[in-house]
């Protein structure tokens, strides 16, 4: 016979159970700061599926382009910290972004790092008309050349595809002048047709150009060499300690449970060990991380000091 306590207990634990089943079906929303089709949008997209899988809950993607990544930070200041919404995060919005722009918020106070999805180098490119098969080989062009008289494209000014190349072209000596466009495709697209003659793309871009016979691409800007380009050296070969690269991870909204935090960190992490999601991964270029929170902030600490270093070499100034 039950005492009175433990049938107490058990109908406790018997009205909670739908109330517990009800907050694990909720839907989880992954806020891309960019529109849909760009390598965001790609990572987020491949990692709903199996992560839908490993929480038991929906998974929606959902890009919300406009500001540099602001609207979508926006987004996740204005929702409730309760688990339901994710913002990915990376280099524009965590370190960039706060330093080119007057936010009038600090994002390392105002999200939660819950786990790095994946890192990628950028990839420098170059038109076919350029006179150069090798880094050393285009250094050297651009060096024969009035200073300026080079154009390289980014996707606007400030961004990671303008930083890099920033910080690259200065400690290679050389001078080139920048051509900013409204994001990647357009910068790609002028860079196939021959209007600008480089441009450091995400690997996902320059893979699906590679059959076109209108660039070359030259180097990557991580510290060793991509699988899916393995005769493409790296910049640190030919320049010592010069290695940067573009993260995309997931905040919550500072406040949310720590148990939501924890719960997603983990699952990614287990997603990431997949050999389809790796594989998924690879092929647009991205290297799949899937780690702890302690570790994906101690990455944004970590890069916080090279792309401040970028930013200052490209002398931007807050608006």
């Given at each position: 016979?039950?005492?009175?306590?433990?049938?107490?207990?058990?109908?406790?634990?018997?009205?909670?159970?739908p109330v517990l089943r009800a907050q694990d079906g909720r839907a989880l929303r992954i806020v891309i700061p960019f529109a849909a089709g760009g390598s965001?949008?790609?990572?987020?997209?491949?990692?709903?599926?199996?992560?839908q899988a490993e929480l038991g809950r929906p998974v929606i993607v959902d890009p919300t382009p406009g500001g540099s990544?602001?609207?979508a930070a926006r987004k996740l200041l204005n929702a409730p910290a309760d688990g339901t919404?994710?913002?990915?995060?990376s280099p524009t919005t965590m370190i960039i972004l706060p330093k080119t722009t007057k936010i009038g918020f600090d994002p390392h106070e105002e999200f939660m790092p819950v786990t790095n999805m994946g890192s990628n180098p950028l990839v420098l490119g170059v038109h076919r008309s350029v006179p150069a098969t090798t880094l050393g080989e285009f250094i050297d062009w651009v060096k024969s050349r009035p200073a300026k008289s080079v154009n390289f494209a980014s996707g606007g000014t400030g961004t990671s595809t303008h930083l890099v190349a920033e910080l690259f072209f200065k400690r290679a000596g050389l001078q080139l002048n920048h051509v900013p466009?409204?994001?990647?495709?357009?910068?790609?697209?002028?860079?196939?047709?021959?209007?600008?003659?480089?441009?450091?793309?995400?690997?996902?871009e320059f893979l699906a150009q590679m059959g076109s016979g209108h660039i070359r691409v030259l180097a990557t800007s991580g510290d060793r060499r991509l699988p899916e380009l393995p005769n493409t050296p790296a910049l640190n070969e030919s320049i010592p300690n010069l290695s940067l690269v573009t993260w995309n991870g997931l905040a919550f909204r500072k406040g949310t449970p720590r148990e939501d935090v924890e719960r997603v960190s983990q699952a990614v992490q287990k997603v990431s060990r997949q050999a389809d999601y790796i594989a998924g991964m690879n092929k647009i270029g991205i290297s799949p991380i899937g780690d702890t929170p302690a570790q994906f902030a101690a990455t944004i600490r970590r890069d916080r000091l090279l792309w401040d270093e970028a930013i200052e070499l490209a002398g931007i100034k807050p608006e």
């Open positions: 016979m039950l005492s009175r306590r433990h049938f107490a207990a058990g109908l406790g634990a018997t009205l909670a159970a965001s949008d790609a990572m987020a997209r491949l990692l709903a599926t199996p992560l990544g602001l609207l919404m994710l913002l990915n995060i466009y409204k994001g990647g495709a357009p910068a790609l697209q002028d860079l196939l047709a021959g209007h600008v003659s480089a441009y450091f793309g995400n690997p996902a």
